[in-house]
């Protein structure tokens, strides 16, 4: 965990500690380990990307919202580039939903939220509402998680053509494209940060900012880990309850 913040860090200094909660990055969530060691099952795998697929449609979405309060020209444009590459025509979107017809899921069915667990609807809806309501430089900088991506998205790439070789190879794409991408977008949004949060106080508040996101994904997979891997969705106990949610994506 980070220790309190006692003194104005310089920027070497910051940009470590802000690296360094890279260590509670869902990568190291006990889901997210057991799809990396190939232990998910097909069911498991399916149900991730659909729920994952409404945290995708959410980031256009907050990347226009953080442009909407107005940051300077430069950095609008820079943020423009986010919003392209996944709403594009053959951009991160897209990819997603060719990843879900890799792995067995309907278009429609994605589109549609079908599968979508609560507690991921609410994490996400957090994500966007912050993103809305937060001075643009602090929506901007929780987007830093992308520091930890490449690694998640590389051990995808690396390892799931081995453990999950009934997953189609040409979904993989989303995780190709993404390598270069979150790259650069760290670069602006890393040098934004190590700017402008330059006291003690906003260093603080950038290092809570960025535990908020964290937490966010973190939440993501708890939510998959107790439907899943527990087999206890929403309304499990009840028995005949109509608003027991389908997760089976196969059925």
Not at 62 to 79: T, V
Not at 104 to 112: A, F, T
Not at 133 to 143: C, F, G, H, L, N
Not at 221 to 230: K, W
């Amino acid at each position: 965990m980070t220790k309190k913040m006692e003194q104005l860090l310089s920027k070497e200094e910051f940009e470590a500690k802000l690296r360094g909660m890279g260590e509670m990055y869902h990568i190291h969530h006990p889901f997210h380990i057991r799809m990396y060691e190939g232990s998910c099952t097909k069911e498991e795998i399916q149900g991730w990307v659909a729920n994952r697929f409404y945290y995708q449609t959410a980031i256009p979405i907050k990347d226009a919202a953080i442009m909407s309060n107005n940051p300077p020209l430069e950095d609008r444009r820079k943020w423009i580039d986010r919003i392209i590459d996944h709403d594009s025509v053959g951009g991160g979107i897209e990819a997603w939903l060719e990843l879900g017809e890799a792995v067995g899921l309907k278009k429609e069915d994605l589109i549609s939220h079908k599968y979508v667990l609560p507690a991921v609807k609410f994490a996400v809806d957090a994500y966007i509402n912050f993103a809305k309501q937060r001075p643009w430089k602090e929506a901007a900088m929780s987007s830093l998680t992308e520091m930890f991506a490449p690694q998640i998205h590389q051990q995808r790439l690396d390892t799931w053509p081995k453990n999950y070789p009934w997953i189609e190879q040409n979904g993989l794409r989303y995780f190709q494209k993404r390598l270069s991408e979150a790259r650069r977008d760290v670069q602006h949004g890393l040098a934004l940060t190590l700017e402008e949060f330059n006291t003690i106080e906003l260093q603080k508040k950038a290092c809570e900012i960025l535990q908020f996101k964290l937490d966010i994904l973190w939440t993501m997979c708890d939510a998959l880990y107790l439907a899943y891997e527990l087999k206890r969705p929403p309304y499990f106990n009840i028995k005949g309850c109509n608003a027991t949610r389908k997760i089976n994506c196969s059925e």
